[in-house]
């Protein structure tokens, strides 16, 4: 059983272009949720999503941030119009129901020129 | 609202002697509690977790962690460190039965492991 999968592992963006970030969860896990790290920090809650519906994005900033998990494929995380505070390393975790302690993936680590 | 305050971002011990990582946390409901180790450009592995059963609670690695709800602690122990336990770590709280995955993370301690 495969571990939580992200890709890429390594993305770097000009300000003002667009990040997609790539998550698929375990096999069997419906709940996916998203966290950001920022340098010297630790993780920060972003969104909580389950097939097709956002839980919750209290976390989430309330400009160019969105977060999908559609019914098929992969969880996404797209930041719209990047700025150098948006470099950070962002992780993905997913656990079968909104109970368990989720598995987390290996993060991708997005750096913003 | 829960919160957690890690003691110490950085501790140095000598391999063979005792780890103790330093953790307390508010929490206006009963908690859940982990601790993640993260090594270096890698994602976060969990390490134990408490979840109101026994307050005494073993983990991978040789690390324990005790509940003191009298202190609000939740400290991280490992009576001999090994090289191979140099990483960062993490203490977390969960906001309750149904948010097991919504974790609130201190900032860390990284451990260093002197030979």
């Known amino acids: 059983n495969a571990g939580v999968m992200q890709n890429p592992r390594h993305l770097v963006r000009r300000r003002g272009q667009e990040a997609r970030l790539r998550c698929s969860p375990m096999?069997?896990?419906?709940?996916v949720y998203w966290y950001r790290q920022l340098p010297e920090e630790g993780l920060k809650f972003m969104v909580y999503?389950?097939?097709?519906?956002?839980?919750?994005e209290s976390g989430m900033p309330k400009e160019r941030f969105s977060a999908e998990f559609p019914k098929e494929g992969p969880s996404i995380l797209r930041i719209q119009q990047v700025v150098r505070g948006d470099s950070a390393a962002y992780f993905c975790?997913?656990?079968?129901?909104?109970?368990?302690?989720?598995?987390f993936g290996p993060g991708t680590r997005l750096t913003v020129l | 609202a829960q919160s957690v305050t890690q003691l110490g971002s950085h501790v140095s011990v000598s391999e063979g002697a005792l780890v103790l990582l330093r953790c307390n946390y508010s929490?206006?409901?009963?908690?859940?509690l982990f601790w993640y180790v993260q090594y270096p450009n890698q994602g976060l592995q969990l390490l134990l977790k408490?979840?109101?059963?026994?307050?005494l609670v073993k983990g991978i690695n040789g690390f324990e962690a005790e509940f003191k709800k009298s202190e609000t602690s939740f400290h991280l122990t490992k009576p001999s460190a090994h090289m191979s336990d140099a990483a960062e770590y993490f203490c977390?709280?969960?906001?309750?039965?149904?948010?097991?995955?919504?974790?609130?993370f201190g900032q860390g301690t990284e451990l260093s492991v002197k030979p």
């Open positions: 977390a709280v969960s906001e309750g039965d149904n948010q097991g995955g919504k974790l609130i």
């Open positions: 096999k069997g896990h419906s709940h």
């Open positions: 929490s206006s409901v009963p908690p859940y």
């Open positions: 408490y979840t109101s059963a026994a307050t």
């Open positions: 975790a997913s656990s079968p129901t909104g109970v368990e302690s989720p598995f």
């Open positions: 999503l389950q097939k097709e519906n956002i839980i919750d």
